[in-house]
C-alpha cells in the first residue's frame, strides 16, 4: 500500500485528466487498479499530489522517447534496465525487461542484464554502457577515465550526456518508487521480472500516445 495519498480521479489537476483517460479509460485507479502492462499503476495517482511535479515527470517521459534523441534505444533500454536491478526496484526492472523485447533484445539478453560481466551476448558497445550505469548507480558516479573513453569509443558526447541523464533520472523513480512502495515495489519479494504484456511499451505507441497527451508537442 502506498505511503503516500493517492489522488482520486475527480481531484485531477487539467493537465493530468488525458494522462489517466489513456491508462485508465474512465476507471479511478485508486479504487480499480490495474494498467494494460499488468501494473497496479499507483505511481499515477501518487505523482498526481503534486501537479507541477506530475507534469515534469510524464515531460520526462516525453523527452527520453521523442524522436530527436541520438542515443540507441538497445542502448537505453539497457541502462534503464540494468538501474531497476542495481537499485533493487522490482517495477522499473520489470518494465523495462518488457521495454527491451520492444526494441529487439533476446529472452538469453534480458536474463543476462542481471549479471552482464559474465554473459558473452553483448557487444562492446553494450557492455560499455552496462558498466557506466553501474558507475552511475552503484559507484555515484565515478566512472574512470579507462571506463570513460571506452565509452566514448561508442558514443558522441552528445549520446553520453542523453544516457547519462535518462539513467539518472530513472535511478530517481526507482528510489522514489522503493520508498513509496507503490506498483511492484509495494510488497518485499525475490528481485525478478513481474510478467505481463509489452506491446504498449513500444517507441512508436508510447509517441502516438504522448504526442495525444502533449497536443501535438514533440519534446
Known amino acids: 500500500m502506498s505511503r503516500i495519498r493517492l489522488v482520486r480521479r475527480n481531484e485531477l489537476h487539467c493537465g493530468a485528466e488525458p494522462v489517466f483517460q489513456l491508462l485508465f479509460g474512465d476507471r479511478d485507479p485508486v479504487d480499480e487498479p490495474g494498467t494494460d502492462t499488468g501494473s497496479p499503476g499507483d505511481w499515477w495517482p501518487a505523482f498526481a499530489l ?43 526492472y520489470s518494465q523495462h525487461c518488457k521495454s527491451c523485447r520492444t526494441v529487439g533484445f533476446t529472452e538469453e539478453q534480458i536474463s543476462a542484464i542481471s549479471h552482464w560481466e ?12 552496462l558498466a557506466y550505469t553501474d558507475a552511475l548507480t552503484l559507484n555515484a558516479g565515478e566512472a574512470s577515465d579507462e571506463l570513460f573513453a571506452e565509452l566514448k569509443t ?14 539518472c533520472t530513472y535511478a ?22 513481474i510478467p ?24
Open 196 to 219: 505481463g504484456p509489452h506491446e504498449s511499451l513500444s517507441t512508436e505507441h508510447t509517441r502516438q500516445a504522448l504526442h495525444l497527451i502533449l497536443g501535438g508537442k514533440d519534446n
Open 50 to 92: 503534486v501537479p507541477d511535479v506530475f507534469d515534469h515527470a510524464v515531460a520526462g517521459i516525453a523527452l527520453y522517447r521523442s524522436s530527436k534523441r541520438l542515443i540507441d534505444p538497445q542502448l537505453r533500454e539497457l541502462g534503464q534496465t540494468r538501474v531497476g536491478w542495481n537499485l533493487r526496484s522490482r517495477f522499473v
Open 118 to 129: 559474465d554473459a558473452d551476448c553483448f557487444d562492446a558497445a553494450q557492455r560499455a554502457v
Open 154 to 167: 561508442h558514443l558522441s558526447d552528445e549520446e553520453i550526456l542523453e544516457f547519462s541523464y535518462i539513467v
Open 172 to 193: 530517481m523513480h526507482a528510489v522514489m518508487t522503493k520508498a513509496f512502495k507503490l506498483e511492484f515495489d509495494a510488497q518485499e519479494g525475490p528481485m525478478e521480472e
